[in-house]
């Protein structure tokens, strides 16, 4: 499979979330439409609700680990030991990379936005912000992790 990664940047860079599009880009891998997966990671992005908590990219990266292993029967304790196992890798390759998972840490800032209103996309939006990279280095992990036996 050709890699999506810039695909996955390219998406971030027309505007939509960055959870969007780390998971849109990948969700057709795993049965899931294009529409559907920009409406499902469409309340992540801004760290959920632009509360600047956890990054929307690790929170896509989770609902990706989720379509691919994830477990669905309320018993199977091994099952959800396993899907928690496979998110704290990921999680844990991109703390490993910008020494957090959390929106605010990674964007320099102290607190929840006062706003839930996104910041205009410009190009000092752009051109200031890491989000970009982060995009980035969500889809080669998803890559990495996920992407091996499919086609």
Same mark, same amino acid.
Do not use: W
């Given at each position: 499979?050709?890699?999506?990664?810039?695909?996955?940047?390219?998406?971030?860079?027309?505007?939509?979330?960055?959870?969007?599009?780390?998971?849109?880009?990948?969700?057709?891998?795993?049965?899931?439409?294009?529409?559907?997966?920009?409406?499902?990671?469409? @309340?992540?992005?801004?760290?959920?609700?632009?509360?600047?908590?956890?990054?929307?990219?690790?929170?896509?990266?989770?609902?990706?680990?989720?379509?691919?292993?994830?477990?669905?029967? @309320?018993?199977?304790?091994?099952?959800?030991?396993?899907?928690?196992?496979?998110?704290?890798?990921?999680?844990?390759?991109?703390?490993?990379?910008?020494?957090?998972?959390?929106?605010?840490?990674?964007?320099?800032?102290?607190?929840?936005?006062?706003?839930?209103?996104?910041?205009?996309?410009?190009?000092?939006?752009?051109?200031?912000? @890491?989000?970009?990279?982060?995009?980035?280095?969500?889809?080669?992990?998803?890559?990495?992790?996920?992407?091996?036996?499919?086609?």
């Amino acid at each position: 499979m050709d890699s999506r990664v810039e695909q996955a940047v390219a998406t971030f860079e027309s505007g939509y979330t960055c959870a969007q599009s780390v998971f849109a880009t990948y969700a057709d891998l795993f049965g899931m439409d294009r529409e559907t997966a920009l409406k499902l990671a469409s @309340p992540m992005g801004g760290g959920i609700g632009r509360m600047r908590e956890v990054c929307g990219v690790v929170s896509a990266m989770a609902l990706l680990a989720g379509l691919k292993e994830g477990n669905t029967d @309320p018993a199977n304790e091994e099952g959800k030991e396993q899907i928690y196992l496979l998110t704290r890798q990921m999680a844990g390759k991109f703390k490993e990379k910008h020494g957090s998972i959390i929106c605010r840490e990674l964007l320099g800032i102290q607190e929840m936005e006062e706003s839930a209103k996104p910041s205009l996309r410009t190009e000092e939006y752009y051109s200031t912000r @890491p989000c970009s990279r982060l995009v980035a280095t969500a889809a080669g992990i998803v890559e990495e992790m996920l992407l091996e036996n499919i086609n």
